[in-house]
């Protein structure tokens, strides 16, 4: 009798366990499946979103300018904000935005410097975007916003609309600036000019960005020291080709661009090269001054992060001339 109570309080006890089992698993999923699902449609509108804006830009309908950089982040950041699952929404846009980066990086259409300066424009306004989303639904009226595939659809048409305007309205033609970087050697004008005009092989310490994939200097040759000649210098994945406009031996070389192949750099255009040369107490000091054309906006943003990349390939550029002299003179 003992024996039959015992099993059957095994049997009672056992059966309670695996209900109680089977309602921790069910509630357990009635909570992931959720957050799968938001994960997910995050991800597919992030994506979307992402993919979409630089498809429009790759055909030239619209442009690298605040419809892009800007408002369309922060139009991923305020859909995402409406979330009742806030921080898996937020995983899912991380997560697009890396893959999609990657992509870019891969694809060879972007070099990782470009990225790298990019991101802290683009999660600035996904963040802002998320702030506005978040002040709203505490101090405005609630709407019920569960569907954000759907509510993603007008500010899709938004983003679209300011990206023609802006390319085709609003914005003048690519912006032009220069980089100017200056050494002091000390050796004469005449021999720094003799090193600089045309380099058989760079091969010299490299600033920090030249190693995240900034374009990578390798020869630079002169077919003719004269008004008219040529000069192309070879990069790691493109060329640079300047036609001389004025020459002065030890004075001035000045060179305009007429052609520039470098990967994944569309938005970016070079102008002129210009080299002088000034004889000072100390020996000589040469001057390089880069004139270049950008197609990125908001210039505010952009024009300190181009001139921080220009003048990296400077500073290469310097360190091997410094290199030449020192070897031609031990020589």
């Not at 009635?30 to 995050?42: A, D, G, T, V, Y």
């Not at 980066?101 to 991101?119: H, K, Q, S, T």
Request: hydrophobic fraction near 45%; glycine fraction near 8%.
């Amino acid at each position: 009798m003992f024996r039959n109570y015992l099993n059957y309080s095994t049997k009672i006890i056992g059966q309670k366990l695996v209900r109680s089992l089977i309602c921790s698993v069910r509630g357990q999923l009635n909570r992931i499946l959720p957050m799968k699902k938001e994960f997910l449609i995050s991800v597919l509108i992030s994506l979307s979103f992402l993919t979409l804006g630089f498809t429009l830009i790759e055909y030239d309908m619209i442009g690298f300018g605040v419809s892009f950089f800007v408002f369309l982040p922060f139009l991923l950041g305020y859909i995402l904000g409406t979330s009742t699952i806030k921080k898996v929404s937020c995983y899912g846009l991380v997560f697009s935005l890396i893959v999609f980066f990657i992509l870019l990086f891969v694809g060879g259409l972007e070099g990782m410097g470009c990225i790298l300066m990019a991101m802290p424009l683009v999660i600035g306004a996904v963040v802002f975007g998320v702030l506005v989303k978040y002040i709203l639904n505490k101090y405005g009226k609630k709407r019920n916003e569960e569907n954000k595939i759907k509510i993603s659809i007008l500010p899709l048409f938004l983003f679209v609309l300011l990206g023609y305007v802006e390319s085709n309205f609003i914005k003048g033609g690519p912006a032009v600036d220069e980089v100017v970087s200056e050494i002091i050697l000390p050796y004469s004008a005449m021999e720094v000019y003799n090193a600089i005009k045309s380099v058989d092989t760079l091969d010299a310490e490299k600033p920090f960005l030249m190693n995240l994939d900034l374009p990578i200097p390798q020869k630079c040759i002169l077919s003719e020291e004269k008004v008219g000649g040529i000069r192309t210098c070879y990069f790691e994945g493109g060329l640079i080709v300047e036609k001389i406009t004025e020459l002065e031996k030890g004075v001035v070389l000045r060179m305009d661009v007429i052609d520039y192949q470098l990967t994944g750099r569309k938005w970016l255009g070079f102008k002129e090269a210009i080299y002088t040369f000034e004889t000072v107490d100390d020996g000589c000091k040469m001057t390089r001054i880069t004139t270049y054309s950008s197609e990125l906006y908001p210039r505010a943003y952009w024009r300190p992060m181009e001139q921080i990349g220009i003048e990296q390939e400077h500073q290469y550029v310097f360190n091997n001339l410094v290199k030449d002299l020192k070897n031609a003179t031990d020589d």
